[in-house]
């Protein structure tokens, strides 16, 4: 069974550009989550998408956004980009009708750079 | 305001020792606790969870003693291996949330 996945794996950006992450879920997985990981904060969470919807969203500014698509992989756009949005940016996904407890399933995430 | 507080934030065992790592929660409402490994270069993987009406799970090396009147809970690691040096993250959830609050992590060596 494949895993998440998510591209690109490193990206590099000046500060004001604009940029899109994306994410594929576990086959059969219609949940995504999209977490920032900032050099010593640990996991902040970002956004929620279930079925395509927006389901819940993190203390983050509206320049960041995103979308699920009807095969269930999605994007994080961020827009305006800021020095301290340099951060590892990972993606998860669960089963659908999931609680909870429900695994997430991490990718290996995308390391942005903001210069 | 930083919900759930994990310490050390970097951990040095030598192989064999045991590894502790402290965390602290401030939400009662929180009642899935669930810890994370995270391999350099890889996203983060459930390792063990334990919900509050067990003061103890073990799976394998690794337990979680939870302490609900003190708001604590910890991850030890018997007989730590060099393939245990990882990022350590605890987290909690509530029953209104789909979403875990994360600790800061732990940075774990495991020297050989």
């Known amino acids: 069974e494949a895993g998440v996945t998510q591209s690109p794996t490193h990206l590099i950006k000046t500060r004001g550009q604009q940029v899109t992450l994306r994410c594929s879920p576990i086959?059969?997985?219609?949940?995504v989550y999209w977490y920032q990981q900032a050099l010593g904060l640990g996991l902040q969470f970002l956004l929620w998408y279930d079925e395509g919807e927006e389901r819940n969203r993190g203390n983050f500014p509206p320049r960041f956004s995103g979308r699920q698509f009807p095969n269930y992989s999605s994007e994080l756009n961020v827009n305006a980009l800021e020095l301290e949005d340099s951060a590892l940016y990972l993606c998860a996904s669960s089963r659908p009708g999931a609680g909870r407890e429900e695994t997430q399933y991490f990718g290996p995430g995308t390391r942005l750079l903001v210069l | 305001q930083q919900q759930v507080k994990q310490s050390p934030q970097s951990l040095i065992v030598q192989k064999g020792g045991i590894s502790i790592i402290n965390c602290a929660y401030e939400n009662t409402a929180f009642d899935y606790f669930p810890w994370y490994q995270q391999f350099p270069g890889k996203g983060p993987a459930l390792l063990i969870a334990i919900r509050p009406d067990v003061s103890e799970k073990k799976e394998g090396r690794f337990t979680i003693s939870f302490n609900k009147s003190a708001k604590q809970f910890s991850l030890h690691i018997m007989d730590s291996q060099p393939g245990d040096s990882a990022t350590y993250f605890c987290a909690a959830s509530s029953g209104g949330s789909y979403i875990p609050t994360f600790g800061r992590g732990t940075s774990l060596i495991v020297h050989p």
């Open positions: 086959s059969g997985h219609t949940s």
